[in-house]
């Protein structure tokens, strides 16, 4: 059962996906927050230079939104890998170092946080199994989303089972790229050329989502689905690195996502 949702002082505008219906979830925006300056909104990224309590703050606001309690908002330290934790509770601060959580416990909701990369939700409803991926490219590329299906079947899932949804992520005509870049991928698979279009002069645009759906199709999950919401292009909504270096500033606000039972 679906607990209700608890009203915030300031209202919050997460996203959330049809596929996942009868999961609470959401893919908060950064609407709603108490940061100010660059962080303007509901900045959850404690390795920002926010200011730590506002930061906190804007966790509290996340987890009541979610029906738990702020310790039962889980994040873990992200690294950019495909390290996936199973959780029974939550692990402490700081978390373990890993870009994937799975757990199989009520009232545990789990969260990573991005500003351009991929988050993505997973949940096998009648396993009663959820999970939450942090995948830019290099996790991707690395297998975190395989990783984290793996982790999910361990604790009771089936992937044919499981819905996954990706939420705002870099789109691919913001995803500029050098000719180094995609050589990383053409080495290690030449099919992933059809996820490269031709920029301007020895650029490329590269398709993140796209190439995420690919995994997860390719992994038998099933379902997989992208929001469709590009951080790069709506500066009103999200976060954004690319942006934020674009534009110089020293630093940038984390968007969070998160699921639970």
């Not at 009868?22 to 893919?27: E, L, N």
């Not at 804007?58 to 199973?86: P, Y």
């Not at 590269?206 to 790069?232: I, S």
């Amino acid at each position: 059962m679906v607990p209700p949702m608890v009203p915030v002082t300031m209202r919050l505008d997460p996203l959330t996906s049809d596929a996942l219906a009868g999961v609470r979830h959401g893919f908060f925006s950064r609407r709603g927050g108490a940061s100010t300056g660059i962080f303007h909104g509901l900045n959850c990224g404690g390795g920002s230079s926010d200011l730590a309590a506002t930061v906190a703050l804007n966790r509290e606001r996340v987890a009541q939104s979610l029906g738990v309690a702020h310790d039962h908002l889980v994040t873990v330290h992200q690294i950019h890998s495909a390290r996936v934790v199973l959780l029974e509770a939550p692990p402490g601060t700081p978390g373990p170092k890993a870009d994937g959580l799975v757990t199989a416990t009520a009232g545990l909701a789990l969260a990573v946080l991005t500003a351009d990369c991929m988050p993505v939700l997973f949940a096998d409803r009648r396993a009663g199994v959820i999970g939450a991926a942090h995948a830019g490219w290099r996790g991707a590329r690395d297998g975190v989303l395989e990783r984290t299906i793996k982790v999910m079947e361990r604790a009771g899932a089936a992937r044919s089972r499981i819905t996954a949804v990706i939420g705002p992520s870099i789109s691919q005509r913001a995803y500029e790229v050098g000719p180094e870049f995609i050589r990383r991928f053409l080495d290690a698979d030449a099919d992933t050329a059809r996820f490269f279009t031709q920029g301007t002069g020895d650029r490329y645009l590269f398709d993140l989502p796209g190439y995420g759906l690919m995994r997860l199709r390719t992994a038998g999950v099933g379902r997989a689905e992208w929001t469709r919401h590009c951080t790069c292009s709506d500066p009103a909504r999200f976060y954004s690195c690319r942006r934020a270096h674009h534009q110089g500033h020293a630093d940038y606000g984390r968007l969070i996502s998160a699921i639970r039972l």
